[in-house]
């Protein structure tokens, strides 16, 4: 399995950004999709995720200002980053679950190198 990162970079508070993750190896559209993200000093923390049927999860402090997506056809899961914080300020790593058709987000297998986001005050 190989996830491919890209789109961080730096912007200033309030400003956009949006990452894309394209993923090969295995059937894209039966496995969950997230995004993590580590800020320094910080633990590894699940950002949002995406089910292989389309529900969706976000932790309290993104909701509202990232929404996660994904495109089966191109095996690329997404996430829109808006109203960014410096708190948001982390290299984010996209993963997907190692299970097939997972109810839950609680299993991750592959995670990619990781896309770094700097968000200046």
């Known amino acids: 399995v190989q996830l491919q990162a890209s789109g961080g970079g730096l912007v200033q508070a309030g400003g956009s950004l949006r990452l894309s993750c394209a993923a090969s190896?295995?059937?894209?559209?039966?496995?969950?999709m997230g995004w993590f993200r580590q800020a320094p000093g910080k633990e590894r923390e699940l950002v949002a995720a995406?089910?292989?049927?389309?529900?969706?999860y976000y932790r309290d402090s993104v909701k509202g200002r990232f929404t996660i997506s994904r495109d089966n056809a191109k095996s690329t899961v997404y996430l829109q980053m808006n109203s960014l914080k410096p708190e948001d300020t982390a290299v984010y790593y996209c993963?997907?679950?190692?299970?097939?058709?997972?109810?839950?987000?609680?299993?991750?297998?592959?995670w990619g190198r990781g896309t770094l986001v700097t968000v200046s005050s």
């Open positions: 995406m089910r292989w049927s389309g529900g969706t």
């Open positions: 993963a997907q679950g190692r299970i097939e058709y997972d109810g839950t987000f609680q299993n991750w297998g592959y």
């Open positions: 190896g295995r059937t894209f559209n039966r496995y969950n």
